[in-house]
């Protein structure tokens, strides 16, 4: 299940958009402030104690490594791993800073799976509206609908190799601790950017807090 859920989120996602073509932003948005809170409250509760709990005296700073990175990607990916795109041109060919800069996110993800597996139920329940809303706008963009599925489909499996290879690879193991520092600093900028990006003029309102008070709940049960 650890590499099926964050795989079938993304497929599922992929299909909605082909076939119903979702146009209530509304309920997008509420998806991804649950999705977000439910993300950074399982970093907070099951991954962050874990690694304070090592040796490493720099995990902190791994951890803002993590955030750094992610900004970086950002400047690439344009925010596509929070729901973030925007414009209307026609694309003729895949966005490749954007597919690349998505891949190695996803990627990176999958490294605490392995340890963590309520993780692959966040991580999947972030990985589905991020689906819906890249497919969306790939059809609104009048993308290939061949280089949206190859795109959707590599996207799927990034997350799923990424614990493959932690699960198999000794070498990771051996810096699972920072490794799983720099994935918690992203996640942390994901999550927040996530929650206070999912309304409008970033007010909230009663079922945004509703969704993120349901998120954080789950979290902590889970």
Request: glycine share 6%; hydrophobic share 55%; proline share 4%.
């Amino acid at each position: 299940m650890n590499y099926l859920l964050p795989l079938l989120s993304v497929l599922i996602g992929y299909i909605v958009a082909m076939i119903i073509r979702p146009k209530n932003k509304t309920n997008l948005k509420l998806l991804l402030a649950f999705s977000g809170s439910f993300l950074l409250s399982l970093t907070v509760m099951h991954l962050l104690p874990e690694i304070y709990e090592s040796a490493n005296p720099n995990i902190g700073l791994f951890i803002m490594l993590g955030i750094l990175f992610q900004i970086i990607l950002e400047f690439f990916s344009k925010g596509a791993e929070h729901g973030h795109v925007h414009g209307h041109e026609i694309m003729t060919q895949i966005p490749w800073l954007l597919f690349v800069s998505l891949c190695i996110h996803a990627f990176l993800e999958g490294f605490p799976v392995s340890h963590h597996h309520d993780l692959a139920i966040g991580i999947a329940i972030h990985h589905l509206p991020i689906a819906i809303i890249l497919t969306t706008f790939f059809i609104n963009a009048s993308l290939n609908k061949k280089a949206i599925f190859f795109f959707m489909i590599t996207f799927s499996v990034m997350t799923p190799l990424g614990t493959i290879l932690s699960d198999y690879l000794p070498v990771l193991n051996v810096y699972y601790t920072e490794i799983t520092a720099i994935v918690i600093g992203i996640l942390f900028h994901i999550s927040s950017t996530i929650i206070f990006e999912s309304s409008e003029g970033h007010k909230f309102n009663i079922a945004k807090v509703s969704m993120i008070v349901i998120g954080i709940a789950l979290a902590y049960f889970i």
